[in-house]
């Protein structure tokens, strides 16, 4: 027993000195890679909504197919989610990101050489298994590596950057109509689809797995080397006495307890869980519906194919600023005033984009669901990571994950033709205005504040947190010796 005590307490050692390290050049890199995991990914499924665009015309699609084309690679998304999660629990982050970007930038450039729509869709949802391996993992892991304070906002520019990445295969999208037939025009992207094949040699040489998934695997010798080489970049003292009082108690409560998949649905993570994904279900639903069917929606206002897939860009441009002033602001504010400040914003932007025409109002909602609707996901996303132990994190951020997009990317998305033909792109704004309002209260009304703390104490069981409040002043995260 004193040999376990003494082992978790260099744990918490290290992770105090590590949530005290500034943003330093290694993390810097870090943030860079994943930022690129995440553009890569933003590519492969960003092509969908300019192949469908092309598609629609030229093989004649029904609104079914059109749904079934739009859904596929999400299926496949969550689907891979759920042995992704268990991998990355139990072999690692690191492990996880190469064999998900390896599998769907093959599988992507498979894409182009189809001959029709059940192959396309089969092929659609084998990628997305890949992808769904990949789409958590770089806020699952910047939850784990970054400064205490820093959280949202570094995730806030990562995001921002694979927001914004959805320009690319818009662009792509709309020279290659330009550039080539109608035949051969939707396969482009897919070829392009090879360029992230060449992410996986920085990878598998620069990235480091998570510190605190090797301090679980009781590599600590591992985790040390790598604090140290951070401390002397941010010219700190390696400090073998920080503790934080509060992290170590989540600790020595932690070692007793092996969570399996079930632990999930039982209280308090099943609460924790059914908040986060309602709230980031309503940020998803806006997303797909903009991404796969943007370019649609707006050529019915009377733009043409190229234009619309331009201005879709643009909107995806806009988001990535929103994204990175949302992760200042929730890393100062708070995440939950934050996060109800952006849904009731974009909610406006969706009411009035469906209720008004005219050219002003059409680019202040424009503006409003881009930046605030688009933009929400940093604190979306980096609260579901904040809401579950180490020991069971990458399970939770993937279960949540895997359910929010089966209810937006599988469940809307498949109706969504439908109600395009039925009642048009305004009741469908509308009808997301009200979806993002429902959808939010649940963290308005119950989410828990999670800034400025350590991820174990954000993540800790709520049974202990009479006992951790015993131990902590109310600058509680704060090391102390």
């Known amino acids: 027993m004193a040999q376990t005590?003494?082992?978790?307490?260099?744990?918490?050692?290290?992770?105090?000195?590590?949530?005290?390290?500034?943003?330093?050049?290694?993390?810097?890199?870090?943030?860079?890679?994943?930022?690129?995991?995440?553009?890569?990914?933003?590519?492969?499924?960003?092509?969908?909504?300019?192949?469908?665009?092309?598609?629609?015309?030229?093989?004649?699609?029904?609104?079914?197919?059109?749904?079934?084309?739009?859904?596929?690679?999400?299926?496949?998304?969550?689907?891979?989610?759920?042995?992704?999660?268990?991998?990355?629990?139990?072999?690692?982050?690191?492990?996880?990101?190469?064999?998900?970007?390896?599998?769907?930038?093959?599988?992507?450039?498979?894409?182009?050489?189809?001959?029709?729509?059940?192959?396309?869709?089969?092929?659609?949802?084998?990628a997305g298994i890949g992808e769904g391996a990949i789409l958590p993992m770089p806020y699952l892991f910047l939850s784990e590596f970054v400064h205490t304070k820093r959280r949202a906002v570094t995730v806030g520019y990562a995001n921002g950057i694979l927001t914004a990445a959805y320009l690319i295969p818009n662009l792509a999208g709309a020279w290659a109509i330009h550039a080539f037939a109608a035949d051969i025009s939707w396969r482009i992207p897919f070829l392009l689809g090879a360029i992230p094949l060449l992410l996986l040699i920085p990878l598998a040489i620069w990235m480091p797995e998570s510190p605190r998934f090797l301090l679980k695997r009781g590599r600590q010798d591992e985790v040390r080397r790598l604090v140290e080489h951070l401390e002397d970049e941010a010219k700190l003292a390696h400090d073998t006495t920080l503790v934080n009082r509060r992290v170590m108690t989540v600790i020595h409560k932690g070692a007793h307890h092996t969570p399996t998949l079930r632990t999930l649905l039982r209280p308090p993570y099943l609460n924790r869980a059914l908040v986060t994904i309602s709230q980031l279900t309503g940020a998803l639903i806006l997303f797909y519906i903009l991404l796969v069917y943007g370019p649609t929606i707006l050529m019915s206002r009377g733009l043409g194919s190229d234009s619309a897939i331009i201005d879709t860009a643009l909107m995806m441009g806009t988001a990535g600023i929103g994204s990175i002033v949302q992760g200042y602001l929730a890393d100062r504010f708070g995440r939950r005033s934050i996060l109800t400040i952006y849904y009731l914003l974009a909610?406006?932007?969706?009411?009035?984009?469906?209720?008004?025409?005219?050219?002003?109002?059409?680019?202040?909602?424009?503006?409003?669901?881009?930046?605030?609707?688009?933009?929400v996901f940093p604190v979306a996303k980096i609260s579901v990571a904040e809401q579950f132990p180490t020991r069971l994190r990458g399970e939770g951020v993937y279960f949540s994950e895997m359910t929010a997009r089966v209810l937006s990317g599988v469940v809307t998305l498949s109706f969504i033709p439908y109600a395009l033909a039925a009642f048009g792109n305004d009741a469908i704004f509308e009808g997301i205005a009200i979806a993002l309002l429902v959808l939010a209260l649940p963290v308005v009304l119950f989410g828990r504040e999670t800034a400025h703390m350590s991820v174990e104490e954000a993540g800790t069981d709520l049974r202990f947190d009479a006992l951790d409040s015993e131990l902590s002043v109310p600058e509680a995260s704060a090391p102390t010796r």
């Not at 932007?349 to 605030?372: E, H, K, M, V, Y």
């Open 347 to 375: 909610a406006i932007g969706c009411g009035l984009f469906g209720l008004f025409s005219t050219p002003i109002l059409t680019l202040i909602a424009g503006f409003l669901t881009a930046f605030f609707g688009l933009g």
């Open 5 to 126: 005590v003494a082992h978790s307490e260099r744990d918490e050692n290290l992770l105090a000195r590590l949530d005290r390290i500034p943003l330093t050049k290694t993390v810097i890199g870090i943030l860079i890679l994943l930022s690129f995991v995440w553009l890569a990914e933003a590519f492969d499924i960003g092509i969908v909504g300019p192949v469908i665009t092309v598609l629609k015309t030229s093989w004649h699609l029904s609104s079914g197919q059109v749904a079934l084309l739009g859904v596929s690679s999400t299926l496949g998304v969550v689907i891979g989610m759920i042995p992704a999660g268990i991998i990355a629990d139990r072999y690692g982050r690191r492990k996880v990101a190469l064999l998900g970007i390896g599998a769907f930038s093959v599988l992507t450039i498979l894409g182009a050489f189809v001959t029709g729509l059940d192959q396309l869709a089969a092929v659609r949802f084998l």
